[in-house]
């Protein structure tokens, strides 16, 4: 089967500009995970859908970071206005259902100057 | 509050040795305990996971025990292989949802040919 895929695979931005990231996840998959890993951590969840409701948020930044899940498939998430410490990977994560285990994408690489 | 603690953070063993990783968690009802190997530039693979209802799970030259009463899993590759190297992480559950996990913050496991 076909993995999660995301894109772009690195995305360099200057500060205060904005920025998308777009993930599809493995078909029939109904969980959706966005993480956040700085280098040298572990990933850490920013959102996670369940069909494309929105189950659990609580650590993502709302005052700058958005993210959809239209139709329950593909998702985005957007940076707006990005600052210096965004700088980061964003990975995508899909699972059959809660509890399951996650299937992860090779992730996109964010700089910020 | 939520925690996951991972012992050591680098690891580095002669080819054919064995390695131990370890995890720690705060309290919790959660029952699912993967072990995620992330390779550079990929995104996290599970690699092996366990539920609470067994003691210990092996899968070839990897295996996971759990110890529900203490609070920590662990992670055990024998035999280990140049391709070993790669730096791995616990997921432990968060304490305010059974579905949600924590990643620990790595231990980079160096295998010396």
């Known amino acids: 089967e076909a993995g999660v895929a995301q894109s772009p695979r690195y995305k360099i931005i200057e500060k205060r500009q904005s920025v998308a990231f777009w993930c599809n996840p493995i078909?029939?998959?109904?969980?959706l995970y966005w993480y956040q890993q700085i280098l040298g951590q572990g990933p850490k969840l920013l959102i996670q859908f369940q069909n494309n409701g929105v189950v659990d948020d609580s650590q993502l930044p709302k005052d700058r970071f958005s993210a959809e899940r239209l139709k329950g498939v593909d998702s985005t998430l957007k940076i707006q206005p990005a600052k210096l410490e965004d700088s980061a990977v964003y990975l995508c994560?899909?699972?059959?259902?809660?509890?399951?285990?996650?299937?992860f994408g090779d992730g996109t690489r964010l700089s910020i100057l | 509050g939520e925690n996951v603690e991972q012992h050591p953070s680098t690891l580095s063993v002669q080819e054919g040795d064995s390695a131990v990783i370890k995890c720690t968690y705060s309290?919790?009802?959660?029952?699912?305990f993967p072990w995620y190997k992330q390779e550079l530039g990929k995104g996290p693979q599970l690699i092996i996971d366990?539920?609470?209802?067994?003691g210990e799970k092996k899968d070839q030259r990897i295996a996971v025990t759990l110890n529900k009463t203490a609070k920590h899993f662990s992670l055990h590759i024998t035999e280990t292989q140049p391709e070993d190297s790669a730096v791995y992480f616990c997921a432990g559950p968060m304490k305010t949802s059974y579905d949600k996990v924590i990643f620990g913050p790595g231990t980079s496991l160096s295998v010396i040919p």
């Open positions: 994560a899909s699972s059959p259902g809660r509890n399951q285990p996650q299937h």
């Open positions: 366990i539920r609470s209802n067994v």
């Open positions: 309290d919790s009802a959660s029952n699912y």
């Open positions: 078909s029939g998959h109904a969980t």
